[in-house]
């Protein structure tokens, strides 16, 4: 599967951004990651191919949501209340299967697309 992210660019701090995945078939699990510079990369949500169920990493819960347009073959990372920690380029990758889980490993993700970069002021 092919995937590509968009939607990043420069927000205040308190302010929203919405990326985009464009992937070539909704058929596997979704998920966000995001690098900081001099960072691992880490797991932020994903979504299940075949139902709606959602995870997401503590650090941004009650802020994020993550959504899919299946007719689309889309989905989708709102996310609110930016901080400046939450500054990083942003990754959607895809699962080798229909059900992701809230470990949001980084190895298990096989098909990684582009990213996008997130700039969040203070």
């Known amino acids: 599967v092919q995937l590509q992210a968009s939607g990043g660019g420069l927000v205040q701090a308190g302010g929203s951004l919405r990326l985009s995945c464009a992937t070539s078939?909704?058929?596997?699990?979704i998920g966000w990651f995001r690098q900081a510079p001099g960072k691992e990369r880490e797991g932020v949500s994903c979504?299940?191919?075949?139902?709606?169920?959602?995870y997401y990493a503590d650090s941004v819960k009650g802020r994020f949501t993550i959504s899919r347009d299946s007719a689309k073959n889309m989905v989708y990372l709102q996310m609110n209340s930016l901080k400046p920690e939450d500054a990083a380029v942003y990754y959607c990758?895809?699962?080798?299967?229909?059900?992701?889980?809230?470990?949001?490993?980084?190895?298990?993700?096989?098909?990684w697309g582009q990213g996008t970069l997130v700039t969040v002021s203070s």
């Open positions: 990758a895809a699962y080798p299967g229909l059900y992701c889980s809230d470990d949001l490993s980084v190895g298990d993700f096989t098909s």
């Open positions: 078939g909704f058929t596997h699990a």
């Open positions: 979504i299940n191919r075949s139902d709606d169920s959602t």
